[in-house]
């Protein structure tokens, strides 16, 4: 697989990374333990070096990350991210200096590693000043713990004012197809500062693979249940923006999956998408993704059919939407 490098920061990685926080936590029971390792394995056997984890999944996700590459640790690169309070997502945030450094060494063991390579925060904590976030993983990469800075979600001024005190390497946020909103003002930010940029769901949390319809029920645990883009008849009406994107893959004789992927990957070299799954079929297309290539005309019919389609429903709901974009 072609390798990208994350910015001006030098770290290279798999143009496709895998993100993992589905093998555990979000999307319905955790996969089998055992599964789980060998389906990260196999994205490594078939070119994946980019790895996406959290404090926030459970332990149980980075030490599954850590056990899967133990034996091929420096041949990959580990994210993982800090920031919520005691770990738990619906606890409210928490990025204090002090904060920051446990989760660093309760991550350093799951993972069975000396270092982290990509150190996310994993949305800005309006009560510790950025500058404070910045200088605290400064300490912990000049302490040689951690490798690069990273940040989620972060809005323009945040990254601006992260990124003075210690560079940073990588913008994790959503973005696809059916998610544009970078583009209008993080996407040139990022271009500017040179700033990688880590789009996770980048197949609009499965719906763009063409396998989600109105009829599809989610397990209790889903977070999609929560989500007003997923409610019934917005998926209903969203699925004239599937629509669209299969008529675009039959035309290259790929999946929909593939070309939502393929488009990610087209619009910038410093652009690494983290597409999550839990099945090696899935997997496998998904790699698949970065082999194939889009042309200008073909970047132009995606743009004008895409452009034509409105799609319903907003991303989060309004508890979630008030943590990103600061």
């Known amino acids: 697989m072609q390798t990208r490098i994350l910015g001006n920061s030098g770290l290279a990685v798999s143009a496709l990374g895998l993100g993992c926080m589905g093998l555990s936590f979000g999307y319905g029971p955790a996969t089998n333990t055992a599964d789980a390792v060998a389906l990260i394995r196999a994205a490594h056997e078939r070119g994946v070096t980019f790895f996406d984890t959290a404090e926030a999944y459970g332990a149980i996700n980075e030490q599954i990350v850590g056990e899967a590459l133990a034996p091929v640790r420096d041949k990959v690169v580990i994210a993982t991210k800090f920031g919520f309070r005691d770990g738990v997502a619906g606890a409210g945030l ?43 993983v400064a300490d912990l990469i000049r302490a040689g713990k951690v490798g690069h800075f990273g940040l989620s979600e972060a809005g323009a001024d945040s990254i601006r004012r992260a990124h003075a005190v210690q560079p940073v390497a990588a913008l994790q946020s959503e973005y696809s ?19 990688g940029f880590v789009p996770f769901s980048p197949l609009g949390k499965g719906f763009l693979t063409g396998a989600i319809d109105e009829n599809t029920t989610f397990d209790s645990s889903d977070f999609r249940n929560k989500v007003p883009r997923f409610a019934v008849e917005a998926r209903k009406a969203n699925a004239r923006v599937v629509a669209v994107v299969k008529s675009l893959a039959a035309g290259k004789g790929v999946t929909p999956a593939q070309i939502a992927l393929a488009w990610l990957l087209a619009r910038q070299p410093w652009i690494v998408p983290i597409p999550g799954t839990t099945k090696l079929h899935r997997l496998e297309e998904n790699v698949g993704a970065a082999g194939v290539r889009l042309d200008a005309e073909d970047m132009a019919r995606i743009e004008a059919a895409i452009g034509a389609v409105a799609v319903e429903g907003a991303r989060y709901p309004s508890e979630l939407q008030k943590l990103v974009s600061r």
């Not at 990025?95 to 069975?112: D, F, G, H, T, W």
């Not at 590693?113 to 510790?128: A, C, G, K, M, T």
């Not at 197809?177 to 500062?193: A, D, G, K, M, N």
Request: net charge negative; charged share 35%; hydrophobic share 40%.
């Open 177 to 195: 197809l059916w998610w544009r909103e970078p583009e209008q003002e993080i996407l040139p930010l990022l271009e500017e500062l040179g700033i």
């Open 94 to 136: 928490d990025s204090r200096p002090e904060r920051i450094r446990a989760v660093a060494e309760a991550s350093l063991k799951n993972l069975r590693s000396e270092r982290i390579d990509l150190f996310y925060q994993h949305r800005v904590d309006p009560n510790v000043p950025i500058e404070d976030v910045a200088g605290a």
